[in-house]
């Protein structure tokens, strides 16, 4: 069945915004709806119900802001629709105030149109409703994402990743998505001599041919796309273009699973990832560091419209003597632990300082076979669903305001 065409409707009194951001929508496939004015502007989004809010500051009289709020509050609970506010300013506090008011991202005028375009893709596929999560096409994306440096979540994606093709032989492709100070060479012991990330991104498109040239196979039958050798290079995956999202969505066309150790920046990098994943793995330990994080993390993504299902705990290190239990990390957390992994740390180092994933020198340890259960887990048509988290604040846009 094809999906329906995604419908933007776009709220200003500015005569001359309605030409661009229509120009800007149907060149991306989607369905403009008339412009309203901000006088009318409760009234025709509870009749039109867009996909996709763009919202002028300025429209009722600099009033654009205060519809944002108002819309917000009386939006259902059960579906969030995305809003992009159009500014007058680039400031902080600009788009502080926008985000405050529930929008999902800023633009300041004059408005670039490839920018533009970045955005609404990004935001539609960012915040998709659920009953549309299952017509992506091609491969399923895996995200991986730490609650904070130094709990694991490289070694456990790469090792997921050579699990997955070795127990279910689908075609992997690993994407290392730490642009500035990425570590899979390290973990992989590979050379400084290999295509990267960066190779791929010499236009506003991907091309598809190019990044099939940039990937490292791997001797465990995995593909890698790696993070640039120097730090320098990560502003060439651009953010207006979003080029990693085009970069994920051309490797699912290629591959069955595409698994993205992700930044620790919440950029739009991070987002459009994770607006396009499958599952939204997020890795703690049992320290209170990680459980403040994850719960600030958890309350985010709920903020920004992440499914709820999407989004599956990984306890590692379960068995440690930490002073905190599984079950005191699950009275903390608004979600219940998916998985855990066993402490098994001279394993898991020496594996690190040999290049050699324990998944190809150790598959028999106890950490690699509670790898293996996870990567079944997470290759599984149907993910059990999650209980419903508490609200724990108000977090939406605070990362974007700060970039």
């Avoid at 998944?359 to 079944?376: F, H, T, W, Y």
Wanted: negative net charge; proline residues 6%.
């Amino acid at each position: 069945m094809v999906a329906p065409m995604p419908r933007v409707l776009l709220i200003t009194d500015d005569p001359a915004l309605p030409r661009l951001v229509l120009s800007v929508v149907r060149s991306a496939g989607h369905e403009m709806l008339t412009p309203v004015s901000g006088v009318n502007a409760m009234a025709h989004w509870a009749d039109s119900k867009p996909d996709l809010l763009v919202v002028d500051s300025m429209a009722g009289g600099n009033n654009g802001v205060a519809f944002v709020e108002d819309f917000r509050r009386s939006e259902s609970s059960s579906a969030r629709t995305p809003v992009l506010v159009v500014g007058q300013s680039a400031d902080v506090e600009a788009k502080i105030s926008a985000f405050r008011a529930g929008a999902d991202d800023y633009l300041s005028k004059p408005l670039n149109p490839a920018e533009l375009l970045g955005r609404v893709t990004g935001l539609l596929a960012r915040l998709q409703p659920a009953d549309q999560a299952h017509q992506q096409p091609g491969g399923k994306v895996i995200a991986w994402y730490g609650a904070k440096g130094g709990v694991g979540t490289t070694t456990l994606a790469i090792n997921s990743a050579i699990a997955m093709h070795r127990e279910l032989e689908p075609s992997v492709v690993l994407v290392d998505a730490a642009l500035q100070l990425g570590d899979h060479p390290v973990f992989l012991d590979l050379g400084t001599d290999k295509h990267s990330i960066v190779d791929a991104c010499d236009g506003p498109v991907i091309d598809a041919e190019n990044l099939a040239s940039c990937l490292v196979r791997h001797t465990s039958g995995i593909d890698l796309l790696l993070a640039p050798l120097r730090p320098e290079s990560a502003e060439r995956v651009s953010l207006e273009h979003h080029h990693m999202q085009q970069i994920v969505e051309t490797l699912r066309s290629s591959h069955e699973m595409v698994v993205v150790d992700l930044d620790k920046k919440f950029d739009d990098h991070t987002l459009d990832v994770i607006g396009l994943s499958d599952a939204l793995v997020m890795v703690l330990t049992a320290d209170l560091a990680c459980l403040k994080n994850m719960r600030l993390l958890l309350g985010t993504l709920e903020q920004v419209g992440v499914r709820q299902e999407k989004v599956q705990l990984v306890l590692n290190r379960s068995n440690a003597h930490t002073g905190i239990s599984v079950e005191a990390v699950e009275r903390v957390l608004p979600q219940r632990i998916a998985y855990q992994i066993v402490n098994d740390y001279r394993t898991a180092i020496s594996s690190l300082n040999s290049g050699t994933p324990f998944m190809v020198n150790r598959p028999e340890s106890p950490i690699a076979k509670g790898v293996v259960k996870l990567a079944r887990g997470l290759t599984e048509p149907h993910v059990e669903p999650v209980e419903a988290p508490v609200r724990v604040g108000k977090f939406a846009g605070a990362f974007s305001a700060l970039r």
